[in-house]
Every structure is written in C-alpha cells, then in structure tokens.
C-alpha cells in the first residue's frame, strides 16, 4: 500500500506519464503517480473480464470506492486506493467521472463515429490531464490549451 507500488506500476505499464512524474515539482509527485496509477487501474479493469457485467461491477467497484472517499470515508487497503487517499483525501471523489467514462468499455461496443471517439478521448484523456495540470497548478485560462493537447496525446494512444 504504498507510493512506491503505485510509481513501479507506472514504470512499467505507462512510461509516458512516468516521465512526465519525473520532471514534475516534487511536491507534485505524490499526487501524480497516484493519480495516474488509478487511471491505469480504471482503464484496465473493463478488460479483466470477457463478460460485459462481470466488468461492468470492476468498474462500478472502484467508482463506488471513489464516491465513497469523496464523502470522506477512507478507502480499504490497496496498492492504489491508499496512497490516493493520503495524496488526495476528499478530493479523490471528483476523480469518480474519470471511471465513469470507461462504462462504455465494458459494453465493446464500435463508436458511432468520429464524434463519439472524440467524446471518448476527451472525458478519458483529456479529464486525466486536466485533473493533473489543475493540481500542478494551472490557471483556468490554460484548459483549451490543455485540452488540445490531451486530445491529441489521447487520440495517439487510442490509435495504438
């Protein structure tokens, strides 16, 4: 349950990110990998299971866990869960959107079309940077910036 598991989940699975928690401020760290290390957990838990329910209650598992420590109650132990909470208390419950927007990849499901791609990326991708430059300390005025960008880098990577 600690920050180290959540920065070697990184190391391995999302390399990208843990660079960018390399150069960030350290006292921005924390914050980051344990951010990121849910994101990695959210993104994967759809897929853990080939039955569209059993991941379905994956999903809806750590949305509850979110909504919960949102509501100030601590998170059981967990690799992840723990170190969240000590980075980000009561504020890990806005994060709960970040996972709600993995819903549709437990229904695996073709998009619509472009536009429903984009929606996809913009509340996956650009939710996950925008909650990271926030807590960086961007300026409200910086969200278009931000928002191209983590479009951009979302739309990348949904391509890979």
């Not at 980051?32 to 809806?60: G, K």
């Not at 996950?128 to 983590?150: D, F, K, N, S, Y």
Request: proline share 7%; charged share 25%.
């Amino acid at each position: 349950m600690t920050l180290e598991a959540c920065t070697e989940a990184l190391r391995q699975h999302d390399p990208d990110r843990f660079g960018a928690v390399l150069v960030a401020e350290a006292a921005d760290r924390p914050a980051l990998v344990t951010l990121y290390a849910l994101n990695l957990e959210i993104a994967r838990a759809p897929f853990q299971s080939a039955e569209p329910m059993l991941a379905e209650m994956r999903l809806q598992w750590w949305i509850d866990r979110l909504d919960e420590m949102g509501q100030g109650t601590a998170p059981p132990l967990h690799d992840v869960l723990t170190p969240l909470w000590e980075a980000w208390g009561t504020d890990a419950g806005a994060l709960s959107p970040m996972a709600e927007a993995r819903r549709r990849d437990c229904e695996r499901q073709p998009f619509d079309g472009p536009q429903a791609v984009l929606a996809y990326v913009d509340a996956t991708a650009g939710a996950l940077m925008w909650t990271a430059a926030r807590r960086c300390g961007a300026p409200e005025g910086t969200r278009e910036i931000v928002a191209h960008q983590a479009r951009g880098a979302g739309l990348a990577a949904w391509l890979r």
